[in-house]
């Protein structure tokens, strides 16, 4: 009886305006969301909210789409992260900390998102002056917030910026040694340079050594892609990567992830498209045909947003129902990118488990005209 109410609470979860069953399914299926950013989280409407509670009087933009033409001006990783910092930089105090986040955990459980593993840069706080102590002390009110009112669990991963020094990323490692009870893990994210693994193998061996658990972001096409996931799984012996679509253009690799069951975090829709607000299509469709290659390759793979907030891009639910429409993927193949999802999330066995079978029975009773068992 608990099972079957839980079942009718998920199945109310489904937006009304969905427009066929498969986006039912979809949006509907209990999913991790195990790459977003906190910072890309926040929405044009909300950069502007803050600014104005903040008396940022300065403040360069006044509207929303005044915004979404700035984030145009993103035309690759390094010009993305100016724009990106310039746009946080209204999030100030413990109550933005906490709004952001709030914001971002009742968009995605109407999505039936049931877990996340949320990357956080304190680097980019600290840097322009505000105290660590600030940022968790949000996102840790945020987290108690959503399991209590939306029944929606959160981990936090503290992402090291490759564009600083591996010093600043271990004195803030430092800072998290007494956050352990909600930071799960490390990463690393921002511009990626060849060999980066080899100035942060020390910060992660520091970082294991306290229990944290590992991932790295290995972005898409970037010259040395390969040899940086080789270095992440060797020196800095990561569980997942992030990105990581290069693992292909390698037989050697892929058996290499295989074998380690290394879990890799595809993210489609990152790229900004020619109009305010659009996914760029071509990046859509590298990443989306990449990861159904890796699911066909027996890698651990799942579908994830990355900055969907600032972005005004697709929350992992859309990115979902986008990535099934582009390849006419089977309901058993969008199925497997969650259950891989629960399978390499950073959760104990049992807790795990729990998910899982949270999964199949929505799959079992979900009432499809195509067949939704997993494969």
Same mark, same amino acid.
Request: glycine share 6%.
């Given at each position: ?19 066929? $069953? ?8 209990? *999913? ?5 950013? /906190? ?5 044009? &409407? ?14 360069? +933009? &006044? ?11 993103? *035309?690759?990783?390094?010009? /993305? ?44 706080? %600290? =840097?322009? &002056? ?10 840790? $009110? ?57 100035? /942060?193998?020390?910060?992660?061996? $520091? =970082? ?14 970037? *010259? ?38 290394? &879990? ?7 790229? +900004?498209?020619? =109009?305010?607000?659009?996914?760029? %299509? ?19 793979? %799942? ?38 999802? /629960? ?5 104990? #066995? #049992? ?5 899982? #079978?949270?999964?199949?029975? +929505? ?13």
């Amino acid at each position: 009886m608990l099972l079957r109410l839980l079942l009718l609470v998920l199945l109310a979860t489904v937006p009304v305006h969905a427009a066929n $069953r498969m986006q039912q399914f979809l949006l509907g299926l209990p *999913k991790p969301e195990l790459h977003i950013h /906190f910072e890309g989280t926040i929405e044009p &409407g909300t950069v502007l909210e803050i600014a104005r509670r903040n008396h940022l009087d300065h403040f360069p +933009y &006044g509207s929303v789409a005044e915004i979404q033409q700035r984030m145009g001006d993103a *035309k690759d990783l390094p010009s /993305f992260i100016r724009v990106y910092e310039e746009l946080l930089s209204v999030i100030r105090t413990e109550d933005d900390f906490y709004e952001v986040a709030m914001r971002y955990f009742r968009r995605v459980r109407q999505q039936n998102v049931v877990y996340v593993e949320m990357f956080f840069d304190p680097q980019m706080h %600290t =840097a322009r &002056g505000i105290p660590y102590a600030t940022v968790i002390a949000g996102l840790r $009110r945020a987290r108690q917030d959503a399991a209590a009112t939306l029944g929606l669990r959160c981990e936090f991963i503290l992402c090291f910026n490759r564009d600083r020094s591996a010093e600043s990323a271990l004195a803030h490692l430092e800072k998290a040694l007494p956050d352990r009870d909600i930071i799960i893990g490390v990463g690393t994210d921002n511009p990626e340079d060849a060999g980066f693994p080899a100035r /942060f193998a020390p910060v992660f061996q $520091r =970082a294991a050594a306290a229990g944290f658990r590992l991932t790295s972001h290995c972005d898409v096409d970037i *010259k040395g892609s390969g040899e940086n996931i080789r270095d992440c799984l060797g020196l800095l012996q990561v569980e997942r990567i992030d990105h990581g679509v290069n693992v292909l253009d390698d037989p050697a690799l892929i058996a290499r992830a295989r074998e380690k069951h290394t &879990g890799f975090t595809v993210a489609p829709a990152l790229l +900004y498209g020619p =109009a305010p607000g659009a996914v760029n %299509t071509f990046y859509f469709d590298r990443c989306a045909r990449a990861a159904k290659a890796m699911l066909d390759a027996g890698l651990l793979v %799942t579908l994830a947003s990355d900055d969907p907030g600032i972005m005004c891009s697709q929350y992992v639910g859309e990115v979902y129902v986008a990535t099934q429409a582009r390849l006419d993927l089977s309901a058993a193949e969008m199925v497997a990118f969650a259950r891989n999802g /629960f399978a390499m999330a950073w959760l104990p #066995a #049992a807790d795990k488990a729990r998910y899982l #079978a949270l999964l199949d029975a +929505y799959v079992q009773h979900f009432p499809s005209p195509e067949s939704a068992a997993a494969p």
